[in-house]
């Protein structure tokens, strides 16, 4: 780790809306670090279920820099970002490790992937294909990761099988 990197912090940068890219790409331009991490969504549109990527902290991005150096304006006033979280006049640095555990549990393309099991009892949340933004209580966990769900239907307990990724803690 060189001295410049030893000074770098991660702050939280507020975007415009629908500007995630758009601020993504311009503050590379500059040269500095950021990470958007992003999770897979389904939603129904027009009678069909699409999944899609979306933000995991909608309206935020992380970007690394030297706050002594005063590169903090150029954040600020880069096309797509609204301002920097501070707390008074100066941004306030992420907590220390944050963004490193989010990088490490996500892949190559920044895709968020869960890595936890879930336990026979525990609430969880559907988020792909036709039973998605559905809870659903953890029956049992079959040996290839399919985990098995109980979820109302109709008024009755409905037993499903569910791929883990597939899963969120509520």
Not at 27 to 55: C, D, H, N, V, Y
């Amino acid at each position: 780790m060189t001295g410049q990197d030893r000074d770098r912090h991660w702050f939280l940068a507020q975007l415009k809306p629908n500007c995630a890219h758009i601020a993504e790409r311009n503050l590379g331009r500059q040269g500095f670090e950021t990470f958007l991490p992003m999770e897979e969504e389904t939603r129904t549109r027009k009678g069909k279920f699409i999944t899609a990527s979306r933000p995991m902290f909608p309206g935020y991005i992380f970007v690394a820099f030297d706050a002594a150096r005063g590169l903090w304006r150029s954040v600020n006033s880069t096309y797509g970002i609204t301002r920097l979280v501070s707390f008074g006049k100066e941004p306030a640095p992420v907590p220390h490790g944050l963004v490193h555990e989010l990088r490490t549990r996500c892949d190559d393309s920044g895709l968020f992937v869960a890595d936890d099991l879930p336990e026979p009892g525990d609430a969880v949340t559907v988020t792909q294909g036709p039973f998605a933004n559905f809870v659903a209580k953890v029956e049992k966990i079959a040996p290839d990761r399919r985990v098995w769900v109980l979820m109302e239907l109709m008024g009755a307990q409905t037993r499903v099988a569910v791929d883990s990724a597939h899963l969120r803690a509520v």
